[in-house]
């Protein structure tokens, strides 16, 4: 077994699990080197792009029915909404189970990735006040998919997100 913390392969499944989608759907993932922007990847295809922070989290918090919370830390939702951006920014949170054996299962047809990634929109909301952190509302419709992966792209293209 490898010497990466748990934190770190929260990172890295994260990541590969974004650019699993992405690929599948036609685009290319370009992972930054250093957050220092908010930022740990864009989805890129050709002069079009968005701006993703990943997390990782062993355990979604539902705050009803239908949506789940993310208490991100202030600075790094300002930056992915703040008004100065030309790109559209999102969050993008994969849950994962509590037991790193079962993040990936062999089966006869493939690998499985568990559990499943959702998607905020964070280029419209308000910057906050706020001193630690700011609670990031998903839907549970926003699943992180081949296909939701291509409705924000073509959103992007078409520029719904600039003010």
């Known amino acids: 077994m490898g010497s990466l913390d748990r934190s770190a392969r929260k990172e890295w499944f994260s990541i590969a699990y974004v650019q699993a989608l992405a690929s599948a759907a036609g685009y290319a993932v370009e992972v930054s080197r250093v957050d220092q922007f908010g930022v740990d990847l864009e989805i890129r295809d050709r002069a ?94 926003n699943r992180l998919t081949v296909e939701s992966v291509e409705q924000i792209m073509l959103e992007a293209r078409g520029g719904r997100w600039r003010k």
């Not at 920014?89 to 006869?108: A, N, Q």
């Open 48 to 141: 079009m792009r968005i701006d993703v922070q990943m997390k990782c989290t062993e355990k979604l918090k539902s705050l009803d029915d239908d949506n789940f919370t993310f208490d991100l830390d202030v600075r790094t939702y300002n930056l992915l909404c703040g008004p100065d951006r030309i790109l559209p920014g999102y969050l993008f949170v994969v849950e994962v189970p509590k037991d790193i054996s079962r993040w990936i299962t062999p089966t006869s047809e493939g690998i499985l990735l568990r559990k499943f990634g959702y998607y905020a929109d964070m280029t419209l909301l308000a910057p906050t006040k706020n001193k630690a952190s700011k609670a990031v509302h998903f839907p549970k419709e």
